[in-house]
């Protein structure tokens, strides 16, 4: 008798757990599905009007006015694509780094490499006319914006990398450290805008804008590149960041390399975030709201929060960057505005409602 009653209740635990799982997998279909909708629907949106059945028609290559041609392939395309694999990259490299450190807090914009790429740029605008015109220094070496921006972000993750592999650094002491820089190199924007002339401080603050309006074709094809690797390594060590849920000293027990785990997590994530404020500037609170979001939705468990974050990451900058080209007619107002409107006040209410706070 109580052989049976054990068994109903073993069966009873499976088939809770595999609805459970159904409805984990229902939703990240029902995300999957909607994908393809909202990119296709962001080809559409703009100052000029181009619609559903056209852009179709100029993807498959049959005949179409050739401006509209243009705009497609030059402007909406690539302006789409960089959409999509920000937002992924943005959301899964902060649902990873909140896995990995332990911290709801944690994200590429509040561990300061956003601002440490803001920094780079705005140096390189501040530095490039007067310095080639003084040292005779070549254009090219002091130029590009999008190096300097990398450069500065290599080293706030150099930083990072070295505290995350100290074994007496607490995962909050991190945090507050990202905090820190992300002060300091507001600050030390500040300083640059206030001796930069009106020209130079016009193009540092149109930088500073996380704009997907700037992508162009080479930076897609970049990041494509940072998105798929870092996705595959992320997606690899799922299951070792449900183990480190548990602590680091019962992740070790169950076999887990945890230093290994973190230093090459941190690694993937800051290195995928540098690649992609360089190419489209900051954009805050997509890789810090959406993992909370999605843990709402489908629990703790990593081999579901990586991917339902990675395509609802897409998804929300998909949605932002068209509404961003239809608020204003005739105006782009640049993504990184709405996603701090959406973001801010939505995580202020999970942390009053003290959910996943």
Request: hydrophobic letters at 55%; proline letters at 4%.
């Amino acid at each position: 008798m109580a052989f049976r009653i054990s068994s109903m209740n073993a069966h009873s635990a499976s088939d809770a757990y595999r609805r459970h799982l159904g409805r984990k997998r229902l939703l990240f279909a029902g995300m999957l599905v909607l994908l393809p909708f909202a990119f296709f629907h962001a080809l559409t949106v703009g100052p000029v009007g181009i619609g559903w059945t056209e852009v179709v028609r100029i993807l498959l290559g049959y005949d179409a006015p050739e401006t509209h041609s243009r705009i497609v392939y030059h402007l909406r395309l690539p302006q789409a694509l960089a959409s999509l694999l920000a937002g992924a990259g943005l959301a899964i490299s902060g649902a990873t780094m909140q896995a990995v450190l332990r911290n709801p807090l944690c994200s590429p914009f509040t561990l300061g490499i956003s601002g440490a790429a803001a920094f780079g740029a705005a140096l390189v605008l501040f530095l490039r006319d007067e310095t080639v015109a003084a040292t005779g220094i070549a254009s090219w070496l002091l130029g590009s914006v999008t190096v300097g921006a990398f450069l500065s972000s290599l080293l706030a993750t150099g930083l990072i990398l070295s505290l995350s592999g100290r074994r007496s650094m607490k995962t909050e002491t991190i945090i507050l450290v990202g905090v820190a820089l992300g002060a300091f190199y507001g600050a030390g924007i500040m300083m640059l805008q206030y001796f930069a002339t009106e020209r130079q401080l016009v193009a540092m603050t149109y930088w500073t804008f996380g704009d997907t309006h700037r992508a162009t074709w080479p930076s897609v094809v970049v990041m494509s590149l940072s998105v798929v690797v870092s996705i595959i390594y992320f997606v690899s060590q799922s299951w070792n960041y449900n183990a480190l849920a548990l602590g680091e000293e019962n992740a070790q027990a169950l076999g887990v390399p945890v230093r290994r785990v973190m230093l090459g997590t941190m690694f993937c994530a800051s290195m995928l975030t540098a690649v992609l404020v360089t190419s489209l500037g900051i954009i805050g609170f997509v890789g810090l709201v959406m993992p909370h979001v999605v843990r709402l939705l489908v629990g703790s468990d990593n081999r579901f929060v990586l991917p339902c974050s990675l395509v609802g990451g897409a998804l929300l900058l998909l949605v932002a960057d068209s509404a961003g080209r239809s608020i204003t007619p005739g105006c782009l107002m640049p993504v990184s505005i709405l996603t701090a409107f959406l973001g801010a006040p939505f995580f202020l209410l999970m942390l009053l409602n003290g959910k996943n706070a």
